[in-house]
């Protein structure tokens, strides 16, 4: 166990629709990142938030939006969903945000667009 | 820009044989490489990285990967495979000096045979 949760552990929907993400960091990590895991794409680094700011940016879609709240957890809110949206989201957390941190991962969100 | 390629999607080797994944890099600017492993249905977890230090980095699980910079490359070993090293291996380039933003090969899925 990372100490990275993430709810919920699956997720279906439609085409078009909005869902959002939510991930909680390792106590005491200020640091967030968001990753993508599909058939097609791969793996994919989405965004990073350290301590409420956006920190770094990857190849994240303009209908994919992220925040990291006062309480340090994050959320990825997906829109617009497109069947290629269907993918495996993970989220790691961090103690800073340092290149050189070694990240922790959650058991990921499986997201199902249909 | 940067890229990296693995070699070979599947590797197969017998348990107590020598383990290899080839991984080659292209970056414009020095690079920090890491190895990550994810096992079935499981989130990522860092084996190891290379961040500019000692060439020859050892990581979790009796791992290890060398950093050579005259041919691109940044292969894993281990000396000897475990059953329990049956994974996806990940390697990752991400630029250093700067923000960490990753780019990640496919995969190679490691197979042992008893």
């Known amino acids: 166990d990372s100490g990275v949760t993430q709810t919920p552990k699956h997720l279906i929907t439609a085409t078009g629709q909005r869902v959002t993400l939510r991930c909680s960091p390792r106590?005491?990590?200020?640091?967030v990142y968001w990753y993508q895991q599909s058939l097609d794409q791969g793996l994919q680094f989405l965004i990073q938030?350290?301590?409420?700011?956006?920190?770094a940016k990857g190849n994240i879609l303009e209908r994919f939006s992220a925040q990291q709240f006062p309480d340090l957890h994050s959320e990825l809110n997906l829109s617009s969903l497109e069947l290629g949206d269907s993918a495996l989201y993970f989220c790691?957390?961090?103690?800073?945000?340092?290149?050189?941190?070694?990240?922790?991962f959650g058991p990921g969100t499986r997201l199902l667009v249909l | 820009a940067q890229s990296v390629t693995q070699l070979g999607s599947h590797v197969s080797v017998s348990e107590g044989a020598l383990v290899l994944l080839r991984c080659n890099y292209s970056?414009?600017?020095?690079?920090?490489l890491f190895w990550y492993v994810q096992y079935p249905n499981q989130g990522l977890q860092l084996l190891l990285k290379?961040?500019?230090?000692?060439?020859l980095v050892k990581g979790i699980n009796g791992f290890e990967a060398e950093f050579k910079k005259s041919e691109t490359s940044f292969h894993l070993t281990k000396p000897s495979a475990h059953m329990s090293d049956a994974a996806e291996y990940f390697c990752?380039?991400?630029?250093?000096?700067?923000?960490?933003?990753?780019?990640f090969g496919r995969g190679t899925s490691l197979i042992v045979h008893p």
């Open positions: 990752a380039v991400s630029a250093s000096g700067g923000s960490y933003i990753p780019t």
């Open positions: 790691a957390s961090s103690e800073t945000s340092g290149i050189q941190e070694t990240q922790y």
């Open positions: 290379y961040t500019s230090a000692a060439t």
């Open positions: 970056s414009s600017v020095p690079p920090y």
């Open positions: 106590s005491g990590d200020l640091s």
């Open positions: 938030y350290y301590n409420g700011e956006e920190r």
